[in-house]
Structure formats: structure tokens, C-alpha cells
């Protein structure tokens, strides 16, 4: 199954970011506000959110008013950030802060470990005992 992101971004996101995500396997839709973002979340056909670009104090309500819907990955990336804003976004909810610029492998690495590390088990696990 192809997983999905979710990319909210407040002007129409650099083909780079949706390409990049595309020619690794994802699904990509793009939203330009918060509030289309939190009505694209009511369906739960994203594997992970990209908050891409907004203003600071705006990536920090929509962090936080995502993390009271939902517990799906959520990835911060701006070009503006201390050290400061990266923890603030973080303790609002973000999984990761990326600082632009970035490698493309750093982004994918990200994303990937998130999504992989919250799938649901695809079956229970069962253990093998032998000797009895």
C-alpha cells in the first residue's frame, strides 16, 4: 500500500519537496492553509503531515491543534529557526524540526523512519518455541 503525506504549506509548495517524496514511493497531497490541512486530517489517509514554511507561531498552533486530533508523524521544515523555535516546535507536537537547507536524504530518512516506526503491525507477531 502506498503510504501518503500531507504537505500544508500558505503558497503552493516547491515541486522539489513533492517530487522528491513522489520518486520514493509516497503519495503526496498539498494543502496552502492550516485549516484545509486539519479538514484533510478528518480522513485518515495520511501516513505523515509536513508543516512547510509557515510562519513560526503559526507552525506552533497547527502542532498543537493537530496533536489533539490525531498522533500521526509530523515533520516541521523552515528556513527561520534557533534553537529556541526548533524545541517550541517540537514540544508543541512536532516529531522533527528540519532546518532548511537540507539534503534530500535527510528529509526521506526522516519521513521513513516516522512512518515506519508508527505503522501498525501488518499481522501479530508470533514466536516460534521449540523443544516441548
Not at 485518515?44 to 498522533?71: F, G, N
Amino acid at each position: 500500500m502506498v503510504k501518503k503525506v500531507l504537505i500544508i504549506h500558505r503558497v503552493p509548495a516547491p515541486p522539489a519537496i513533492s517530487e522528491l517524496l513522489a520518486g520514493a514511493g509516497y503519495g503526496v497531497d498539498m494543502v496552502t492553509d492550516a485549516a484545509a490541512g486539519l479538514r484533510q486530517l478528518d480522513a485518515p489517509d495520511y501516513d505523515a503531515v509536513i508543516v512547510l514554511d509557515s510562519p513560526l507561531a503559526e507552525s506552533w498552533k497547527l502542532c498543537a491543534r493537530i496533536r489533539q486530533l490525531t498522533d500521526i508523524p509530523l515533520v516541521v521544515i523552515s528556513p527561520r529557526a534557533s534553537t529556541e523555535m526548533c524545541v517550541r516546535a517540537i514540544n508543541s507536537g512536532a516529531d522533527y524540526f528540519i532546518r532548511k537547507p537540507f539534503g534530500p536524504r535527510e528529509l526521506l530518512s526522516r519521513v521513513g523512519s516516522l512512518v515506519q516506526r508508527t505503522a501498525p503491525l501488518a499481522a501479530p507477531r508470533t514466536i516460534a518455541r521449540s523443544g516441548r
